[in-house]
């Protein structure tokens, strides 16, 4: 049982470090780097060929990292389930809970402008309607910085449910 909940544990962190990791490298180092090229169309088609392939491997963190992290609450404090109102009594069950409201926040954040956006902003590179193109950039990247800051504060909530500072 405790060798489950330590594979869990190690593949939700891995995948964590990786959604985190390569979002924030994304929107330090890929985006800003996107800016160097000349031809709108080419930047927008290159940034979308980019944006699918990280989704796939996104999209796989995200699956590993609700199964384990479901799992690992089943596992390891199943009274959060059976007993919601007596776990939130306590600070692990408060933090669990903001933890829980966080990742629902930052899940529908990303898919939501993911989804919007990620059709929209080729469509209007592609017909050349650059003035809508930057109105509808500036969203988009407004929305994906509140989702990688949530992301952050995600990795902060799990430091505080693993009891590092307690």
Known sequence: MYAL?????????????????????????????????????????FMSVMGKKFAFYTNLSVLFLTITGIYMVYSVRPVYITNFYGAISQTWGQILTIKIVTVASMYALMYGNNIWHGKLIPRLAENGNFEKLKQVRKIAHLLSFITVFLMVLIVIEAVFLAGVFW
């Open 5 to 45: 909940i330590i594979i869990a544990l190690i593949i939700h962190v891995l995948s964590a470090v990786f959604l985190v990791g390569s979002s924030i490298f994304v929107w330090i180092v890929v985006w800003p780097a996107s800016y160097t090229m000349s031809d709108e169309k080419l930047r927008t088609r």
